[in-house]
T-cell receptor, first 112, second 117 residues
Framework: GQQLNQSPQSMFIQEGEDVSMNCTSS?????WLWYKQDPGEGPVLLIA?????ELTSNGRLTAQFGITRKDSFLNISASIPSDVGIYFC????????????FGPGTSLSVIP | DGGITQSPKYLFRKEGQNVTLSCEQN?????MYWYRQDPGQGLRLIYY???????QKGDIAEGYSVSREKKESFPLTVTSAQKNPTAFYLC????????????????FGEGSRLTVL
């Protein structure tokens, strides 16, 4: 089946640093979604992207929909301890049914 | 408040037993999904349903069964045929693609952690 690759797999950063992570696919997607999961909870949507080249911000978070429609990246500026969690990218292809494919996640740890 | 409720949050099962995880939503969403999460593997789709009385297998449906008798409810049964059922299970819902207000967002419950003893 379709797969998404996320990198890096895990990150340990100092509070205040900027963070960058990305997601790639061998398939073309028409929607990219970035979710964050806190320990023991369900994922929550951070940013949704719908057009190739689109750049969208949500507070300290910025995400872009790659021009090729096969990749996306997420940046977090000035990280804080509550940014800790697992960040998932998810893609949706233009099909007749609503199947969303998730990447394996990037685990972020912030050192105060 | 609208949302998705999963129960139980923690469940222990002996080998050979079937267990059913509950998922209820009051968001009036048409589509519902079950995902399985294992460490380092992200979310894998088990089953999904776009309409009452209809559901489709996802990528890892073997050993699982579902029903969709009501729009609000999508229970998942983990059967004894599932070889490695210990995992974190997440239920989600969304509106359908053709709805004007569609954003692609999945709304997740808080998850159910199943442990086989």
């Amino acid at each position: 089946g379709q797969q998404l690759n996320q990198s890096p797999q895990s990150m340990f950063i100092q509070e205040g640093e900027d963070v960058s992570m990305n997601c790639t696919s061998s398939s073309i997607f028409n929607t990219w979604l970035w979710y964050k999961q806190d320990p023991g909870e369900g994922p929550v949507l951070l940013i949704a992207l719908y057009k190739a080249g689109e750049l969208t911000s949500n507070g300290r978070l910025t995400a872009q929909f790659g021009i090729t429609r096969k990749d996306s990246f997420l940046n977090i500026s000035a990280s804080i301890p509550s940014d800790v969690g697992i960040y998932f990218c998810a893609g949706k292809m233009k099909t007749s049914y609503d199947k969303v494919i998730f990447g394996p996640g990037t685990s972020l740890s912030v050192i105060p | 408040d609208g949302g998705i409720t999963q129960s139980p949050k923690y469940l222990f099962r002996k080998e050979g037993q079937n267990v059913t995880l509950s998922c209820e939503q009051n968001l009036n969403h048409d589509a519902m999904y079950w995902y399985r999460q294992d460490p380092g593997q992200g979310l894998r789709l088990i089953y999904y349903s776009q309409i009452v009385n209809d559901f489709q297998k996802g990528d890892i449906a073997e050993g699982y069964s579902v029903s969709r008798e009501k729009k609000e409810s999508f229970p998942l049964t983990v059967t004894s045929a599932q070889k490695n059922p210990t995992a974190f299970y997440l239920c989600a819902s969304s509106i359908l693609t053709y709805r004007v207000s569609y954003t692609g967002e999945l709304f997740f419950g808080e998850g159910s952690r199943l442990t086989v003893l």
